[in-house]
């Protein structure tokens, strides 16, 4: 699905001493099938934003085309359609979860869209492998969770809705090393396979620089900048300034450069290639 | 109390077992443990090996079904769960579980209400503890109408300004900017230095572990590691088999080491490894 924002603000408690305006004249567009990740420091308006996605709140000036949906101040009778097609997992999992038991809470979503459930049941074992959720605790109440159990429930849900636009907000956030690699290798898999557009709000660097082939900076509700994320590595003066950074193995290039005086061409965020061009300027140097 | 290094010892996990109901299986099993006042330790393990229900045997929101642990010299029990979280403050996972006030103000000063704080000190601590987090400007707001990180700095000053002995962080900086989660290590490290505070980490993040004195790594409810962040480094071909992952710079020394290069320790930080490898180049 295709996203395209005009002239989008959004305050909150309008018209009380708490108005807040969080989102100030947003325009931007992301292309369907595309993989886009939104970054900003706290306060900066990213779940604000996307929750407009699902009509979750809406416009209080300006426009939002979902596909083919138009959200803005007025109220739009498609909502539940929308919902349909846009999965969302939501910064904080409790936010999601309220069923007696996980079972019934990650076919919440599948069932109240009408979804035949037959056959949604049959892809359930699959799902719980893919994130790594225990058959065992099927019949636990999401309260009894873990913090990172709550969090697999919670994606597990939104996975089986098979979304046409799948809206991540920190997903990983309490996930362990494991999980965390595997639940993102599954978002970029299913990306792929299913054409679907995606979109990560997160504050990790190394997953935005991996993922997404557009980056979105927000800074106090407007966007700052998109680009390309190799566009963005000769713009981390910029970022630092914004209280972001860049990627862990970037700084580790910088240092190399510092260090030994070299210029490398291009970023790169794997271990393996760092270690070869480190080890090539060592070694090089005893000839020199 | 006292252990053989000669540290006083302020928490202290004595045989313990627990479960959550008596039909449910253990998921902690026989732990002991000791943390020593000043020490910084981190707690890491997979999802759901009993890190958060470890650190709610420290405060008295779980009691020991076997054993005991002993905050101070007393046994956590019905007893003595007051005076215990007058010393012990704890951040938990998600700050929403622990928000009381209306406004943040009162919500940061709740804690201090408790303690019977006179009002003009409140009203210090309440200035610095926000200033801490950056979230000045932010008193008269109701805490549930903030974003998640903003939700976060608000848990910890709250915790901050009530001034205990040990914190307890469980995961309390998940939704932090690469910024504001520095800005908090920071902090950390000075209140460490100010007052001899005792700080608890439980994070997934090794790098931040590293920060840390001393690690201890839990696997299915079971105390798998235990020692400084450089010895988990070395024993990081563990780390998969545990749900974890070595950070960067110990799979950038892995890598390097293919090229016959080595130092001759692990090391935490990549400067550390970039500089002694120049360091032995030179040499040559
Ligand atoms: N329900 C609400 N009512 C009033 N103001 C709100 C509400 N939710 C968020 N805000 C304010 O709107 C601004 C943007 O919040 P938002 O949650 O979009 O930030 P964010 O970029 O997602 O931050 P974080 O990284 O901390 O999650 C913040 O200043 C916040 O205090
Ligand atoms: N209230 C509860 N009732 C029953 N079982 C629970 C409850 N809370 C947690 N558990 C179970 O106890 C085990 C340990 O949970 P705990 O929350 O301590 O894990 P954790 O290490 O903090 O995990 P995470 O990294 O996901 O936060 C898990 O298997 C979890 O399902
Ligand atoms: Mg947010
Ligand atoms: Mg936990």
């Excluded at chain 1, 979902?66 to 409790?94: A, C, D, H, W």
């Excluded at chain 1, 990306?191 to 800074?219: C, G, N, P, S, W």
């Excluded at chain 2, 902690?28 to 890491?44: P, T, Y």
């Amino acid at each position: 699905m295709e996203i395209t924002f005009k002239e989008v603000d959004y305050t909150y408690q309008p018209n009380t001493p708490f108005e807040h305006k969080a989102l100030k004249g947003v325009s931007f567009h992301i292309p369907k099938g595309s993989f886009t990740a939104i970054i900003g420091h706290t306060g900066s308006g990213k779940s604000t934003l996307i929750q407009q996605f699902n009509g979750l709140l809406r416009p209080t000036k300006g426009t939002a085309k979902i596909g083919e949906f138009t959200l803005s101040n007025e109220k739009n009778n498609q909502i539940k359609e929308l919902r349909k097609k846009v999965g969302m997992v939501f910064q904080y999992p409790e936010h999601q979860l309220f069923e007696e038991t996980v079972k019934k809470d990650i076919l919440f979503g599948p069932k109240n869209f009408g979804f035949k459930m037959d056959e949604v049941e049959k892809k359930l074992p699959k799902i719980l492998e893919d994130v790594g959720l225990d058959e065992s605790l099927l019949e636990r109440s999401p309260f009894e969770l873990s913090g990172g159990q709550m969090r697999r429930t919670a994606i597990a849900g939104v996975m089986l809705m098979e979304p046409e636009l799948l809206v991540l907000d920190e997903p990983t956030a309490g996930l362990d090393p494991y999980g965390k690699r595997q639940v993102m290798e599954l978002f970029s898999h299913l990306h792929q396979k299913r054409d679907q557009t995606t979109v990560l709000v997160t504050h990790d660097m190394e997953d935005a620089f991996k993922y997404a082939d557009q980056i979105m900076v927000l800074e106090d509700g407007k966007v700052n900048l998109i680009d390309h994320p190799k566009a963005l590595y000769t713009k981390k003066e910029h970022l630092q300034k914004l209280g972001l950074d860049l990627p862990e193995q970037f700084h580790c290039m910088d240092y190399i450069e510092r260090q030994l005086g070299v210029t490398f061409d291009e970023p790169t965020l794997s271990a393996e290639t760092i270690a070869g061009l480190l080890s090539n300027q060592l070694k090089g140097g005893d000839t020199q | 109390m006292n252990n053989s290094r000669g540290g006083n010892i302020l928490i202290s996990f004595q045989d313990v077992s627990f479960q959550y109901k008596e039909s449910d299986p253990y998921v902690l099993k026989n732990i002991n443990l000791e943390i020593e006042q000043g020490e910084w330790v981190s707690i890491v393990g997979h999802n759901g090996s009993g890190k958060s229900t470890a650190a709610k045997l420290m405060n008295g929101l779980a009691i020991a079904t076997e054993g005991e642990v002993v905050v101070d010299e007393r046994a956590v029990s019905e007893e003595t769960i007051y005076e215990i979280r007058r010393k012990l403050g704890m951040v938990f996972q998600n700050p929403e579980n622990q928000f009381v006030g209306t406004t943040v103000a009162d919500d940061v000063a709740f804690g201090m209400e408790n303690l019977g704080v006179e009002r003009s000190e409140m009203e210090v601590r309440l200035k610095q503890s926000l200033e801490a987090v950056r979230m000045k400007g932010y008193e008269d707001q109701e805490p549930h109408r903030l974003s998640g990180g903003q939700k976060q700095r608000i848990a910890i000053a709250g915790i901050l300004a009530m001034q205990p002995e040990v914190i307890v962080f469980d995961e309390a900086t998940t939704m932090l900017d690469p910024r504001g989660k520095k800005d908090l290590l920071d902090t950390i490290q000075e209140l460490r230095k100010e007052r001899n505070l005792t700080i608890v980490t439980i994070t997934h993040d090794l790098n931040e572990a590293s920060y840390s004195d001393r690690v201890i790594v839990l696997n299915q409810g079971e105390v798998h590691f235990e020692g400084t962040p450089r010895k988990l480094l070395e024993q990081h071909e563990m780390l998969p088999l545990i749900g974890l992952e070595a950070p960067f710079v110990t799979e950038l020394h892995q890598q390097i080491k293919k090229h016959g290069l080595t130092i001759t320790h692990e090391p935490l930080h990549y400067k550390e490894l970039v500089d002694e490898l120049w360091k032995l180049h030179l040499k040559k």
